[in-house]
């Protein structure tokens, strides 16, 4: 079975602090997809971004990078010098090769304050 | 390019009732699936259309169902509604499907169903 864990429920900063947040996954398919969403109040998912198993680089767009790591099954997000409209939910979700749905994790409450 | 389009955005519905909610998909994409989202369950998936055909459905019961028409515009309908359905229902499209070739899905804001 797939699973997606995101072990912090909320997490708040002080405006440009730095902040990761943890996504850990479970799978047997040795390929599959990851994904973050970005939530927020208005209810939409915002696509992020989405990373292939088979492809371990590290990526970075603007305030966003990403770290994958298969060795741990972690896909963790860090946003540089967080701004207030970064605040938002934001998900995890893994789906596989094999035309599954997308298993979303719990999903991280950020608040940044300013 | 247009997003996806959901309607209506907000509805109040009395248990016993039923409800249908559109999702127009972004142009060329004919993969719909929905998504149901609570505060206690999180994000679970409900069904998943591809070319007016059903391709994968979630562990929901058989009052909530769904179609897609020849434009990759998608319905669901939640029958008999009860209290436990007031959620954040989300339509996401593809090009292809999820997790085909890692198809990039999108959502669009979703339809706020409140039950009373």
């Known amino acids: 079975a797939q699973k997606v864990t995101q072990a912090q429920t909320e997490i708040s900063v002080v405006e440009k602090e730095d902040v990761t947040l943890d996504c850990v996954y479970e799978t047997r398919d040795t390929t599959y997809y990851l994904f973050w969403y970005k939530q927020p109040p208005s209810g939409e998912l915002v696509f992020l971004i989405r990373r292939n198993s088979f492809d371990e680089q590290n990526e970075i767009s603007g305030r966003y990078s990403w770290n994958f790591q298969k060795s741990t099954s972690s896909f963790n997000f860090t946003i540089t010098a967080s701004q207030v409209v970064d605040s938002a939910v934001y998900f995890c979700a893994l789906a596989s090769a094999l035309s599954t749905p997308l298993v979303f994790g719990k999903g991280t409450r950020l608040s940044v304050i300013a | 390019k247009a997003g996806v389009t959901q309607t209506p955005r907000y509805l109040i519905k009395t248990r016993g009732q039923q409800v249908t909610l559109s999702c127009s998909p972004i142009?060329?994409?004919?993969?719909v699936s929905w998504y149901q989202q609570t505060p206690g369950q999180g994000l679970q998936f409900l069904f998943e259309y591809f070319s007016e055909t059903q391709r994968n459905k979630g562990n929901f019961p058989g009052r909530f169902s769904g179609r897609q028409f020849s434009n990759s515009r998608s319905e669901m309908n939640v029958s008999t509604l009860e209290l436990g359905d007031s959620a954040l229902y989300l339509c996401a499209s593809s090009l292809e499907g999820q997790g085909i070739s890692g198809n990039t899905i999108y959502f669009g804001e979703g339809s706020w169903l409140t039950v009373v």
């Open positions: 142009s060329g994409h004919r993969s």
